[in-house]
């Protein structure tokens, strides 16, 4: 339901999803609020910010977010999808993630991108924007 409120109601600017304590389930670790008046770069920011809070605490996350871009003149908000899974995880936590990984995403529909990040280069908002951007003109 959170997910709807993204992707239909555009109620969230982004979700981020984890494994349960028990890794048994995936659950809402936050949702941000849509703030019309902040600026894309910023919510990106503080995402990221959660994305690297997570990894220090030896954790991985799966996220969607709502990007905001333009192709040619047209200004386009597309769901982008992130998994964020770096080196420095247990393999367990590794195999968890991925193996758990397609079964998240076949509950959401209107996925524009889906990308796996590994490191903070992933992350950066103009890569995800570019990957936006090729998806739009295939």
């Not at 997570?54 to 040619?72: I, P, T």
């Not at 590794?94 to 280069?121: F, V």
């Amino acid at each position: 339901n959170v997910y709807l409120d993204l992707q239909s109601k555009k109620k969230y600017r982004y979700i981020l999803y984890k494994l349960s304590d028990d890794f048994k389930e995936i659950v809402v670790d936050f949702a941000a609020p849509r703030d019309d008046s902040e600026d894309v770069k910023e919510a990106y920011d503080e995402f990221c910010g959660k994305l690297f809070a997570a990894e220090n605490a030896g954790q991985g996350r799966y996220g969607v977010f709502d990007v905001h871009y333009q192709v040619d003149s047209r200004e386009l908000d597309k769901v982008v999808f992130i998994t964020w899974v770096t080196d420095s995880l247990p393999i367990k936590q590794k195999m968890l993630y991925a193996s758990s990984n397609k079964a998240l995403r076949a509950k959401m529909t209107g996925i524009h991108t889906e990308i796996q990040c590994n490191d903070a280069s992933d992350l950066k908002l103009e890569n995800v924007i570019a990957k936006c951007r090729q998806k739009s003109y295939e």
